[in-house]
């Protein structure tokens, strides 16, 4: 998936836990804070792909990708596996945690929105052609659904003509049938 898409799913998947889910009152530095790391999660499992979104937004990101990328063991290994997410959300805990030492906003809110994010890029690739090793070390692909060919291409044209305005869809049924909920949610958004 590209980028754009992942941006979306990212957005659409925390769209659906605000609509579902019991949510805390939180400041609106903190919304703004989770939305932006919500983004950050929906592209960092791509951190192993030196051409990756996530880098090309950054400064010298192209640099660092190409230097972490070796070390991640390249495309779609350990980030994109249950052991890259507790990995990679034990180290965004403790980063958050230097954070909130100058950046006060609710971390907690902050994690779990990154999560959202990075959990839904793994979702989503399990739906292209290269699949995901979910369950890395062991070298297994997983992808939905199991025959390779009714998959995905990544950037392709089911991606742009499907997957995308699916995606837009499903962000227009959410905000249409949840919309009580996003209203009060807002309501009590800056406290
Ligand atoms: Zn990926």
Same mark, same amino acid.
Do not use: C
């Given at each position: 998936?590209? =980028?754009?898409?992942h941006d979306?799913a990212a957005f659409?998947a925390?769209g659906y836990?605000?609509a ?7 400041s $609106?530095a903190t919304?703004?804070v989770a939305f932006?790391?919500?983004?950050? =999660?929906?592209?960092a499992?791509d951190?192993?792909?030196?051409t990756?979104?996530l880098?090309r937004?950054?400064?010298? #990101?192209?640099l660092?990708?190409k230097l %972490?990328?070796?070390i %991640? #063991?390249g495309?779609?290994f ?5 052991? /890259?997410i507790?990995? &990679?959300?034990? &180290?965004?805990?403790?980063?958050l945690n ?5 950046l ?5 809110v902050v994690?779990?929105s990154?999560?959202?994010?990075y959990i839904s890029?793994?979702v989503m690739d ?7 090793p979910w369950?890395?070390?062991i070298p ?5 659904p199991? $025959? !390779?060919i009714?998959?995905?291409?990544? /950037? #392709?044209?089911?991606? !742009?003509?499907f997957v995308f305005?699916g995606l ?5 049924y $959410?905000?249409?049938n949840?919309y009580?909920? &996003? ?5 009590h &958004?800056?406290?």
């Open positions: 998936m590209t =980028g754009r898409t979306l659409t925390l836990v605000v579902t889910q019991p949510i805390p009152t939180i $609106l919304g703004l932006t790391a919500n983004m950050i =999660g929906g592209l499992p951190i192993d792909q030196p990756a979104d880098w937004r950054l400064p010298v #990101g192209t660092l990708g %972490l990328a070796p %991640l #063991g495309h779609r350990i980030s994109h596996s249950i052991l /890259g507790i990995l &990679f959300g034990a &180290f965004t805990k403790f980063l230097q954070m909130s030492a100058v006060i906003v609710d971390m907690s994690w779990w990154f999560m959202i994010g890029h793994l399990t739906f292209t052609k290269e699949g995901v369950l890395f070390p297994i692909r997983f992808g939905i199991p $025959l !390779k009714f998959r995905i291409t990544t /950037g #392709g044209v089911l991606e !742009k003509s305005p837009i869809i499903l962000n227009i $959410l905000y249409y949840y009580s909920q &996003f209203l009060s949610f807002l309501k &958004f800056v406290k």
